[in-house]
């Protein structure tokens, strides 16, 4: 065949047909001027988000990491991240049959092979239903029918049989992609009339950071630490009312279970926030959150990343969005559109989250017992966190009720809040706590806390025995941090 | 362990807590007022947008599939979509080597059997590259360091030993992930000074639609169809001067080989093109274009979508920029941190893409086998469509060189062009060849034509048969279509 054809489609050879070019201009042509994209001409907004889940400590981290892989010595051997919700990198591990169904998706010639019946079952289900058999086919931009169909099936059996519809289910890549994705359809008006969107704070700083790119106005609700970080709607009039004066509020964010904080809220709790959000004419957004006869518009999102099977790498998630404008609906549809479609391991995964071993079975006992054994694994470390770190002075953790986060507050010394300027002061805590210790957390200044306040992230995910090492090391540095700076 | 613990982290307990909810408000609370999210309240960008390969045609295509299901008669049995680049979904095979590998990651208990030696290393090398051993970490937010190397080094030894540097690389979720981020990067200024962004009409609408959505202005250039479709400098010159009177051009898109298009342009154009960006001081974005000595600057995008591999579904894929500025680099990875990181087994996909098997491995001669089929297939049914086509009186097809795509333009008579107001003339007759011959393409409009001429674009991708019986419709529809509106 055609020479032509290996230029037009092997990319290897398609590129060296160029790879000779002399443009042939002055020398150091980029060196006589201004680069085209720079700090100065780069979009403004995109340079206003900040995002400290992988900020400067981490980055950090990674150095002294290699570092020690050089062998410059420290006074520890690895650093631990307890930075990010990651179930897999800190070793939790994956749930069997969820893997079996994906590795026969990817590779069908296993069927043949010694695989529990109804894994080969499934994996055949997911097949059929993806273009041409094969998980490398694009899917409809919503995601794959049949999983759409699981997923609003799913929804129906945790609320008691009322109805869900496949075609409110839009599957993401995530749970970030879909919660930017509404945000942006929010996004509307300049000045006074620029939509504003309530976040709660502490908050995860993907809204922050969305918010920022979209130029979309921030309004902060404060969470009560004092109350386990419980969500007062008393506090959310408050802030609704002051943000009417320079911006038009158009949604409700809520995060719940609580992240970086860990909390639940009740159930009073968020039938109050219902309430508000319909009076006040809000659209309501809410991680994981889930109710009937809904009088307000709501999008609730969820992923398989976190849970008992914190798979975050294949990104699966879906976004359910209820009382939806049906024209905006179509507009949903062709936003989600012009990235084709979420990765198709991810949504096959989702599907198999939503829609897991039965007890009649051969996969169930097996499936049970991981599940219930990384679950039991989780209660133990939150239960542990909460009472190691309440046994130092000067660290206050409020119980971890759900999610894998907990946010302590810490009670630091006048020297060390006035000791650098550059730094908030719980950054240049988190950032000597590495240093020292190579234990990499994520400041409380990255998710936003009352003024004056000061809080670390952590996850409860690294392993059990690891987990004590960090605890220890902890109490062990907050203790000669307070000494040195008193 | 406590009950808190299921409401926290099994999401199909933690919203059960919730589900009785009953806010018990006015009835028909949402129906006495307008919805907080309207067409008239939502985001104006995101209205603009057009997605034609997502399109109404499209749309209309999934209907009727789902009416032929239940058992419509029509004048044929099944629809043929040629509308999208999705090889697997048209029954391209996935290469084996690949799919094994892959398979082996998800689930490496199959360590144990029999697999190829040379896919189990590749399998072991990868996962000691992801976090605690499993794709279900999270990665870097520009990808895996070990796969950012591999691509690097692919890279080097496609351009004959130019160094590549594996901090350029970032990995995405296909590439229209990358070009999006690198355009929301490049969006600034109000008015006069917004940036304006040059792309090729015919585009692939991504381009448009990222555009519209950023409300950066679409400065078009016109490829020559007399010419293959060929990209003219004096063109881009004419383009760009009178951009300068409205906004403020700062970016040239080039798209090759061609989507729509399916044309390749040679290296002197290439080269002149480079010297153009250079002298109008624009940032320059390339789909699958590379050069050395480049004294521009420029991102350059890759995917795993396309070529011998067609792995859409996997989401795979990543950008290179060049000469980037280092403090304009440092907020592209945060902006990139902010969705975390691309699906991993798309990473690993693309790992094993820029990394193939080679000569001394055991796994070669199927890779080369299955490659080469699949490049002699397409290059058999390029020119198969090209010579079919245009045999039809009508109907003009320039040669297709790569890609998979062809952009044919029709000659339709003047009653049809004038017949329909609502719908543009091509998207009449799209339509119209779906509905009568189950046919589906994607109208020239949605591309972007030069003003009086029509077009569709197909793919070549149907199997051989399939493909035969496509240009035997459209060749029989053309003719009565013609007939009927003369």
């Known amino acids: 065949f055609h020479a032509e054809w290996l230029v037009g489609f092997l990319p290897s050879h398609c590129a060296r047909v160029f790879a000779a070019t002399k443009p042939n201009m002055t020398e150091n042509g980029l060196g006589h001027r201004e680069r085209v994209l720079n700090v100065d001409t780069m979009n403004p907004n995109v340079k206003r988000i900040e995002y400290a889940v992988r900020g400067p400590v981490v980055q950090r981290a990674v150095q002294i990491e290699k570092e020690l892989k050089e062998g410059v010595k420290k006074s520890f051997t690895e650093v631990i991240k307890a930075n990010i919700g990651d179930a897999h990198a800190m070793g939790q591990k994956p749930i069997t049959f969820f893997r079996q169904v994906i590795a026969l998706c990817v590779y069908p010639d296993l069927l043949e092979d010694k695989f529990p019946e109804d894994a080969k079952n499934r994996a055949r289900r997911i097949l059929q239903a993806c273009g041409g058999g094969s998980l490398g086919a694009y899917s409809a931009s919503s995601g794959i029918e049949v999983i759409r169909q699981d997923v609003a099936k799913y929804i129906e059996k945790r609320d008691s049989g009322i109805p869900s519809n496949p075609d409110d289910i839009y599957l993401s890549t995530g749970a970030s992609d879909a919660i930017v994705t509404m945000l942006k359809l929010l996004t509307a008006g300049e000045g006074k009339t620029r939509t504003g969107v309530m976040i709660p704070i502490p908050q995860y700083p993907l809204y922050s950071a969305a918010l920022a790119e979209l130029a979309a106005v921030q309004i902060s609700y404060y969470l009560d630490e004092d109350k386990c970080w419980s969500l007062d709607v008393g506090e959310l009039r408050r802030a609704v009312k002051a943000a009417r004066e320079h911006c038009n509020p158009r949604a409700l964010c809520i995060i719940n ?55 975050c790498g294949f990104r699966g998630g879906y976004m359910e969005v209820i009382n939806m404008d049906p024209e905006v609906k179509l507009h949903l549809t062709k936003l989600v559109s012009v990235r084709l479609c979420p990765s198709i391991p991810g949504q096959a995964l989702l599907d198999l989250v939503v829609n897991p071993p039965q007890p009649d079975e051969p996969s169930y006992a097996t499936f049970i017992k991981e599940r219930t054994a990384n679950l039991h694994i989780l209660s133990e470390k939150a239960k542990m966190t909460e009472q190691v770190l309440n046994t ?26 006035n000791a650098e300027q550059e730094q908030a002061p719980d950054m240049f805590y988190c950032m000597k706590l590495l240093e020292e210790m190579g234990i990499c957390l994520v400041p409380g200044s990255g998710f936003g806390q009352r003024d004056g306040t000061y809080h670390f992230r952590m996850t409860i995910l690294p392993a059990t025995e690891k987990l004590k090492i960090v605890l220890e090391k902890i109490r062990e540095f907050h203790k000669r941090f307070t000494e040195e700076f008193s």
Do not use: W
């Open 392 to 417: 130092v002075p000067g660290i206050h953790c409020n119980p971890v009720q759900g999610a894998m986060y907990t946010f302590p507050r810490l009670t630091l010394p006048e020297k060390a809040i």
């Open 257 to 311: 279970p609580g992240n970086p904080t860990g909390q639940v809220q009740n159930r009073q709790c968020i039938e109050d926030v219902i309430r508000f959000a319909a009076e006040e004419h809000l659209f309501l957004m809410a991680d994981e959150v889930y109710q009937d006869n809904v009088v307000v518009e709501l999008a609730s999102f969820h992923s398989t990343s976190k849970c008992y099977m914190g798979e």
